[in-house]
């Protein structure tokens, strides 16, 4: 049973191939390696002891992927690939407009392709990566799938349009099966130290930041508000392991698999964590200090952002496990055993 993974090489996509081959499934990589770095390939064999299968080229060249569908007959694609950075979206909304709702678009031709003229027999069945973003500035915690949905930036504008395009897919073509995953906070890495998040450049957000500090690259971490209507005055955000958000993947691929039937769900822990919280675990983990000094509030940032975790165990039988501990002991250990990413 193959499954397509556009974007597989990037952070979420590279634990979600490994969990997928832990289930038996046979994930195929398609990926540019515009934010990745062909490196994960070795790491992702080494883990799995199996080859990886990979087709490296652009989401957004619909004859191309129409034609790796034909070759590999997924029984269903987990669509990741796109541009994440928030600040990078105000400034460059194109890149985002392009990227995202265009490659979402592409990906959703060439599928629409191969299964009208039958040559993937099986109904079209998509897992797409959205985000907690499309709540916007939520009104209250925790946050249940039916809240409004907002944008503040082209990012989350990007993943707004595209569960909206699904749902008109879906409309259209009852024959599809839709899982929309709505992301908290990915951090972590696998046990083994050997796949993680590779940010390039200086990284946008707190995980990444801390664990540069904690091994000497950095030496302060701005703290981004203390004045927050939160138990100490920092930012609460629901930080998931992404062992566990990868599970989260296999459990919504085998509901649309075997139930056929079509959801959006919240991945989260349901628990919220303050950055100084973070800040402490991260110490406690690595036996490193990560010194820090309060900043202004960013603009844009939220003073709670936490799931209501529920409807992701009723309907997959899924839920996050791992805790804030093992969150910063797997980020230490790969970050202090590749302290310069894959470029090493
Ligand atoms: P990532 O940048 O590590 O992975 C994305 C991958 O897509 C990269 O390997 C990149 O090279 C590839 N890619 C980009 N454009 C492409 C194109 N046109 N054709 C083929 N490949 C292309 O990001 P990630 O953190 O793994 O995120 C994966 C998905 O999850 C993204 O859609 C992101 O918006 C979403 N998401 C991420 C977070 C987060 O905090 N990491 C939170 C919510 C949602
Ligand atoms: N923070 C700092 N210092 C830093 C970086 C972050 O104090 O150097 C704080 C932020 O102010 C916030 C918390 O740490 O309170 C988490 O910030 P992140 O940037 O790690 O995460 P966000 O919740 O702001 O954003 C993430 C993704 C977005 C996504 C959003 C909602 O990066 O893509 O979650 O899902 F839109």
């Given at each position: 049973m193959k499954i397509l993974l556009?974007?597989?090489?990037g952070y979420i996509g590279s634990h979600t191939f490994v969990a997928l081959r832990q289930a038996s499934f046979e994930p195929v990589i398609l990926d540019t390696f515009a934010n990745s770095h062909p490196a994960v390939v070795q790491r992702l064999e080494t883990i799995t002891g199996q080859p990886v299968l990979l087709e490296r080229g652009d989401v957004l060249d619909t004859p191309w992927v129409e034609s790796v569908l034909r070759q590999h007959q997924p029984v269903g694609v987990v669509h990741f690939a796109g541009d994440k950075a928030v600040g990078e979206s105000v400034a460059q909304p194109l890149k985002y407009f392009h990227n995202n709702i265009g490659g979402a678009v592409s990906l959703l031709r060439a599928m629409t392709a191969v299964h009208a003229d039958g040559t993937?027999?099986?109904?079209p069945t998509l897992v797409f990566s959205s985000s907690?973003?499309?709540?916007?500035?939520?009104?209250?915690?925790?946050?249940?799938?039916d809240f409004p949905r907002s944008h503040t930036n082209p990012y989350g504008h990007s993943k707004l349009v595209i569960e909206d395009m699904l749902t008109a897919v879906r409309a259209a073509n009852p024959a599809w099966r839709v899982g929309t995953l709505r992301y908290f906070n990915p951090v972590g890495a696998h046990p083994s130290g050997l796949i993680g998040e590779d940010p390039a450049g200086?990284?946008?957000?707190?995980m990444p930041f801390v664990a540069q500090v904690a091994v000497g690259q950095r030496p302060c971490l701005s703290v981004?508000?203390?004045?927050?209507?939160?138990p100490d005055g920092t930012g609460v955000r629901d930080y998931i392991h992404v062992v566990d958000l990868a599970a989260g993947h296999v459990a919504a691929l085998q509901a649309l698999l075997n139930r056929g039937e079509s959801f959006t769900v919240n991945l989260g822990t349901g628990r919220g964590n303050s950055v100084l919280e973070v800040i402490k675990a991260f110490e406690a983990a690595s036996g490193c200090p990560v010194p820090y000094q309060f900043a202004p509030r960013r603009a844009g940032d939220v003073a709670q952002c936490y799931a209501d975790a529920a409807l992701a165990k009723e309907l997959l039988g899924w839920q996050a496990h791992l805790t804030l501990d093992q969150m910063c002991a797997d980020t230490w250990r790969w970050q202090s055993n590749n302290p310069m990413g894959y470029r090493m």
């Open positions: 556009t974007g597989g090489a993937v027999p099986t109904a907690a973003t499309v709540y916007g500035d939520p009104a209250s915690v925790p946050i249940t799938e200086i990284p946008n957000n707190l981004y508000g203390n004045d927050y209507p939160t």
